[in-house]
């Protein structure tokens, strides 16, 4: 009920806004002369642009004089059927007067007139709308007009060549090409290249072609009245902000359609006013290495245009400290001020015309990663801002790029697939189609590169050799993508473009046909699939870097542990700086070639008897993966997750043996090793479900197999108490998973307490451990109060979490989860960034009803969400104790974790 | 908190009470003479069968005098370490004197014994608890004075001898056997065979060999002293309350274990002093038939035992009206007024001493269902009861019986195997193995009985045609249960003691088996598979039946509607009583054999056009579907969810095609048909999903393939449109399945109400209709309020939500659910009654949230749970509007509907 209430109240004020800008509020705010009426603070008002340069005018920086019609008229705009309110003619007129005044020159006036550029600006930079039109107030007249002023005809013709071109392209909406023929001709003509080759006769001649050319394409003559030009690029701008492409851009990054655009009209400078003119673009810092030093290009004698155009070579900025001290100075003194004055790297456009300098645009810098936190780190240090600050600015996900290697972004190369980026970091190598292959090949010192259909818990030996992993299915976790990114290798899932033959070891896309040991390398942190070996960078870990995860760690409030299944894991993650363990998953230390048989024995047993006898044999294996893990981890708790997947997953694949059987048969050979296959089968059957995800898994397999449950504590206590002797610091954490009720827990924490007491005292040790669980059935959820009361922790497994809240499978998801956020269905993908309304909603209330009875409960998550900047904020807001994530994503949550404390700041990044 | 607070409220109100019962509260109920001094209101302190002897007692039964010891001394006992509190003696001693005044005997007595019956009795009828021991106070002593007083010194010694027969094995333990075998022994000496040829000096070395056996057994002599043996047998009752099997029995009851038993200590009377006595049972009415008639049974000259023991035919309780018509009409007065007084059929003991008439005991008499329902009406009819006491009595699930053929309950079956109970009635046929088969032999006019591992959407023409279904493997919700109690067809499941190969037509079990086309029968009802052809009653419906429906309809709040997908099925569900469809699964008309193909080249489309084309062809059989439909429902609303399964339900299965092509390939032969094959396969594989469940379907569909909902709205939407032309009623509610999000939700209601409209208009006609979602989807109830802005109408998926709340699923989760129920870690399945704490907890929010949204929202569920009892009763108190079933279980949540409103009764069936 408050809800509604709300958006009543919402729509009211909407309303009157709406009566206020109609009848009373301003339409233009003028900037120049050292004032402006506007700045930084009304950029709601006047968009990012007018709002700079209004702000720049008025620290003193050398701005064009103009002004800037408010985002306001835009909805007017939109409001009265797409027409101009009438009071806003006589505000141009008003706004115009001033701008003559500081410049000396008068609209329209055919002997010295004043030229203005037109530019769209809205609050939220935005591909899809108009962008400039210069020049603007030329016509027949004020072209002579330019030419008695300037003394150079070749100049004005020219300006009037672009103005029209501009203006009937982007007012009139004639295409390009339609121009460009035009100038393209006349060069035929006189077998020239460049534009600048053609003379004042030429010009003149395309001036009257373009004009004819935009009378038959829109049907009216170009119009000569400055006034009427005006007003038309006004209106054009306007339209712009409901561009198909603007639209699109807007829903896909959640901008409210009301917003609306401003419209910046400026004087003209010109940078190709002859020798003493230039024109140039700079940061203030190096926006790759973050180096405090003045970065940028100039050309002498050229407009802006010209730079984007690639003919003339810029010259490097240091060029001008050499030619052009004078202007280097003022620059950098202009260019020092706006980054004090904005705190940040500045992105900056500049013009001297005739040895004056202006500044035309200034913008927070885009920069890497590694600048990111050297700029940061660098100005806490010049007192520019303060750490909490820093922290804000730096987005961690950007963080990714300093700990993984990437391709070299000036390297050329030939991108034949596109995949979702599971793992980041660059690899290169030789393609394998199976693990077994994968092994043999990595045995012989070769990179390899897994590809697959999808991977499943088979592959592990293959994936672990494995330099990158690329597979044709699979969501962004799935089975490839979660355990490459625990095992910090490069991987791009659901590359749905290729088609992988695993048997006959190829895979095709787009005409390539890659067979075994070609050569191919991926780029995980994009999901591109390069030919070939592409040239990597190995990025290092500056000092800056770990200084700036230091501050994180002196401000957040939650924890940071580590996904880690075994020692070398651990060691990686606590170099990353994990304050233990959130999830070490047991079933992954099965898989080792020396284990699965035995494994494979526990699960074909016919007999409690035998099974118990192959838990024997694994015993001593778990108890030395547990005593690594907990000399590793040095004093750090261990959350230990007793065995979860369904147990088809050790044995071999039903349809692989099903081949095998008939072909078998077929060939009418081998009658015994049909019999042994047809009877592994009949196990495999037995074990085989619809939904394993849904299936006898988690805790459901250690109640009904108690002696498996058994089996796990006797070795995570038989480790810990051996280790307790040695007088070493151990705290194990025993997880029970898939806990849906509270019997299901109270059964296995009885096993695990009993089996706990029973060794400490046989050892003659205490240990402090805890048993609790995960929380990842939506039940266990909804009962949490009575689960603690019981259970001495929760760690909410937010991947099965999300899967049965949303009923998708993180297998099979990928294609239509997709299509959804591709067609705006879903905002963004669940299982990468937990869904704060339904299942943030069912997590939050586990915690509360978690906490309602047993106050002091220990709650961390430990599902892939741990390692998203997003939901580790959201993780601290509903007051959970600590994440836990993949280790190669334990720098990222610190920061999130840091942010979650000290706000973040929405970021350009390159 | 207030949870916390009540609890220590409770507890305190517990210390206080034990205070009171040790200090104040009388130990003892006196019953006799015409007055007790407890009655029915007293069940908690006295038992069942002491308040029971009370309420006799004080409306003018003749019931021989006693007393009760409450149930609080059963706590007292537990609570003084097992001993009887002090006073206890004292209070015996005062009733005994009063018995002793009334009888004219004397406890003890060697010339006037007194003789009791010492029984246990809870409030609940509890198994597993000591029974009874008869003729306490018998010693060497007392036997001769009752030889004395009966001048039968058989009867005397045959008295002593049960005594210590009874004392000696409920008493002391000690084993049963131990005492027949001397029995057995002394039988074999004189070659007799009936226990009546035993001579008194049989007896009296019987007499004597059994106390040696009690010395030698437990130590110690049995005990002369009557007071001792009254003690010992009232401990001895007390100590069978926590009994294994009495614990384990509360257990599976969730019966409270602090509740205690009662003893009730009564004079002994004998039908078995002569000519003049005899014993006898009964019921008021006849409890298989309702006929409102004394029913029963007696034997002359015998006590209780002999009657179970079967060895002398008892006789009908019409010949006592000719032989002892003073004693009949005695009887018939006396029950009349239990009946009377009770109001309800009485299940009664009596017995004649000596001419004179006793009531034993009187309870509520179990009956079967058909009973039941007579017997409510008629009372109702008789003005003994209201409608709503009728209603109240009759347990929903039971009309099962009523619905459905059951097997001869007299017929002698041998039983091969149990499973789970899935859809009711009982079935008799010839064996198949495959849905091919199924068909071809339902074409030659056979029964059969499709057996398979497990079915699955391509069975669907096969368990159409059959007579009833057997599965190995399955829940109460896997596929072959739903569909076949959809169809009414009697269903096992899970029967995992049967070995099932489809491939060589057999089953074997414990030793059989069985081939294709040999008989079994099954019984739907209790599960149980039975060799050959077991003869079935075909219960009528009787006019008292339809007479009590239409009672519940009066009452009820609740709507009640079908879920059927056919006309035949609407048919069925109009004659049991439905309100309209609640879901029309859509996709049941696409297994169709002139459909399947049509659907298979939709899914193979590799375009849409071609998708397109296949859809116009299925197109005309929808609409004839939907017409169909809504013609038999005449102007109820009629729910039609758009397709819902994964599409490769529709195609062959990977493993069928997988093996076929290894075959064709071992065999080097028809190149051809292998590429055909592998085309097909890799588009199965292409679909196919590691947990289908929670993979591509539903609305997922639709909405990747709008084609799909728009060829589904538009049949509706003609057949609708050509109907209402026709002046017809009809009411579509289009229904969306598998919702999430909002956004899902307005996608596929966007296409609905466009193709609605677009053929309204076309049609020149206007129909009312709704477009509502399922809320399956734990999201969809976390985020009702958002989907209700759009919504219509909610209906619960119950399945589905139960599946994904605890991540189980249902075709996967029989093996370890059963395991569950039986370890007592779920307390029932919750696929078979909604979870309410958790499922329940999730649906009541989406009510709220969903209502909060849209005050007037139309809420159902049509999971398998809407013809759940329980499940029923829960969705009444939670505020839905309806619920939705099985045809077959319509009239079963009519019932359970009107006992939401007017509260059911605890009820004992037969």
Redesign the interface.
Known sequence: ?P?VKKAKVRKKRKTKKVKTISEKRKHIYFFGGGKAQGGEKLKDLLGGKGAGLAEMTNIGVPVPPGFTISTEVCNLFYKNDMSLPQKLNKEIAENLKKVEKLVRAKFGDTKNPLLVSVRSGAKFSMPGMMDTILNLGLNEKTTEGLIQKTKNDRFAYDSYRRFIQMFGNVVLGIDKSEFEKIIEKKKEEHRIKMDASLLVEDLKDIISKFKRKIKSKSGEDFPQDPFVQLEMAIEAVFKSWNNPRAIHYRKLNQIPSNLGTAVNIQTMVFGNMGENSLTGVGFTRNPSTGEKKLFGEYLDNAQGEDVVAGIRTPKQIEKLEKERTDLFKKLLFITKKLERHYKDIQDFEFTVQEGKLYMLQTRTGKRTAHAAVKIAVDMVKEKLISKQEAIRRIEPSQLDQLLHPIIDPDAKVEIIAQGLAASPGAASGKIVFSAEDAVKLANSEENVILVRKETNPDDISGMAVAVGILTARGGMTSHAAVVARGMGIPCIVGCEEIRVNEERKVFTVKGYILREKDNISINGTTGEVILGIASTIQPALTGEFGEFMEWTDQIRKLGVRANADIPKDAEQAIKFGAEGIGLCRTEHMFFAKDRLPIVREMILAKTKEEREAALNKLLPFQKSDFKGLFEVMKGFPVTIRTLDPPLHEFLPK??DL??EI??L???NEEPEKIKEKESLLARVEELS????????RGC?LG??YPEMTEMQAKAIFEAACELAKQKKVVVPEVMIP?V??L??FK?QKEIVVRVAEETMKKYKVRIKYLVGTMI????AS??ADEIASEAEFFSFGTN?MT???????R???G??IR??IE????PFDPFVSI?Q???G??IAMGVKKGR?KRPDLKIGICGEHGGDPESVIFCHEIGLDYVSCSPYRIPIARLAAAQAVVGRQAYTTV
């Not at 479900?689 to 006898?696: K, R, S």
């Not at 899967?803 to 499978?809: A, D, H, R, T």
């Open positions: 009920m809800k039903k349809e099903l081949v008939a072909e048969k077929a060939k479900e619809f939904n394993p995800m849904l299936g006898h459901r109640i009904v898939l849906g009720t019997e299901e059964n990842e059935i939506p039940r909804l009962t099965d899967q049965m809240v949303y009923g998708y499978s297998d099979d998801a294609k239509f299509y959804y067609h705006g269905i879903l869904d309304k339904g299942v909603q069912i309602s």
